[in-house]
């Protein structure tokens, strides 16, 4: 028994089987000429068989050469232009450092060396009081004279007890 003919179909012909079943190229297209070729031609190569895979891979480690070699050579100058450039704005001169602002890292190194000299020294320092503005003048003796008063208080009140304690 035969399937129902559809309209839509293309290939009347195959009526009884479902539309595109057990299809093959010679019922419906010519065979080309790559593929035509008698019992006496030789066979053909495979198309993935035509290159000589030892120069496609030589092209490939050429190219990844190449790749590295321009990503170094851009990091190389991209280095070379910034430490340049770092450096130029790093060196001054005595006649630009007036212009200059100072860094902090130098304004701290400076207050931090006169903090310990006043330490060493003794002498006046400026302390701010509660009132925004108000600065008020405070003498440090010396460190050593310091350390000194201090061994002397603690040993003038420990013979002070002992004396009393007898």
Known sequence: M??????????????HMP???AEAAPLHDPVDEWHDHS???????????????????????ALAAVILGSVL??????T???????????????????????SPTDETRKLKSDALLVLERGGPVQMPTEKEGVMKT???SPIDKAMDEVARGYASTSTHKTAQGN
């Open 73 to 78: 050579a851009v990091f190389g100058f991209y």
């Open 2 to 15: 035969s399937a129902p003919s559809n309209p839509h179909d293309p290939h009347p012909e195959h009526g």
């Open 138 to 140: 405070i003498t440090i």
């Open 80 to 102: 070379h232009y910034n430490t340049q450039r770092m450096a130029e704005r790093e060196h001054t001169t005595a006649k630009e450092l007036p212009k200059l602002a100072p």
């Open 39 to 61: 019992h006496d031609a030789q066979p053909q190569h495979a198309h993935g068989d035509v290159q000589d895979s030892r120069l496609v891979l030589a092209v490939g480690i």
């Open 19 to 21: 539309h595109h079943f």
